[in-house]
């Protein structure tokens, strides 16, 4: 029985979880959105929320526990500079799991984006319409 049991281990060794998430966090804090599987989405947004309320403290102790989940030093300054200011007020629930349609092509699994939640994230603007071809 799975009684109290808690977190994914997706069929890796600790190790490679443990990086996985890493490489995942700072992805999503670079972009402020990600696109990957439902049951990863749901597992990194609680590493995600944790190293926010990190930054939303502000102090060197707390620098210091965020730069042992992120692998870029570019993107712990944007978490304490630009992201934890962002969220001072927010007592929580910085991240969104969005269901995506449709499962990915090569091996059918369920996909998600999982997004900073008031991160205004600059969409590529459409090209217009081609018009019909006469013929």
Known sequence: MRHSVRGRKF???????????????????????????????KEARSVAERLITYAKAGDLNSRRMAARKLTDP????????????????????YTRVLKM??????????????????????????SAAKPPLEG
């Open 101 to 126: 349609d449709g499962p990915r092509r090569g091996d059918n699994a369920d996909m998600a984006i999982l997004e900073l939640v008031t991160g205004e994230v600059p969409h590529k603007p459409r």
């Open 74 to 93: 570019v993107v712990l300054q944007k978490l304490f500079d630009v992201l934890g200011p962002r969220y001072a007020d927010r007592p929580g629930g």
């Open 11 to 41: 069929g890796r060794t600790a190790s490679h979880r443990k990086m996985m998430f890493r490489n995942m966090v700072t992805e999503l804090f670079r972009h402020e959105r990600i696109q990957t599987t439902t049951e990863k989405a």
